[in-house]
Nanobody, 120 residues
Framework: QVQLAESGGGLVQAGGSLSVSCTASGIISIINTMGWYRQAPGKQRELVAVIASDTSRTNYADSVKGRFTIYRLGAKNTVYLQMNNLQPEDTAVYLC?????????????WGQGTQVTVSS
């Protein structure tokens, strides 16, 4: 129903910036929110930032507030995550997520993930 394609990420030194993007395809009208999670080795997956499709309201993890920005430009099926002042603890696989409603039920979809590595 929904497919997610991520791009961006890479390697940066502490204090640097990176951006990642995620484009949804398929039945994008059913998507309610899009966002980013991350998972570091040996740690649980955690929410980084999310944006609502209708209101563009955003929500961030406390650890990234003031450093990361999630936004859309133009087409609502692409979201961007601008990451500034990156720190080694931000190193993780960043996964795009979309949540939507299918026949009254909430469904979620995931991208493949993209690696972000921050060196000290």
């Amino acid at each position: 129903q929904v497919q997610l394609a991520e791009s961006g990420g890479g390697l940066v030194q502490a204090g640097g910036s990176l951006s990642v993007s995620c484009t949804a395809s398929g039945i994008i009208s059913i998507i309610n929110t899009m966002g980013w999670y991350r998972q570091a080795p040996g740690k649980q997956r955690e929410l980084v930032a999310v944006i609502a499709s209708d209101t563009s309201r955003t929500n961030y993890a406390d650890s990234v507030k003031g450093r990361f920005t999630i936004y859309r430009l133009g087409a609502k099926n692409t979201v961007y995550l601008q990451m500034n002042n990156l720190q080694p603890e931000d190193t993780a696989v960043y996964l795009c997520n979309a949540m939507g409603t299918v026949a009254g039920d909430t469904r979620g979809w995931w991208g493949q993930g993209t690696q972000v590595t921050v060196s000290s």
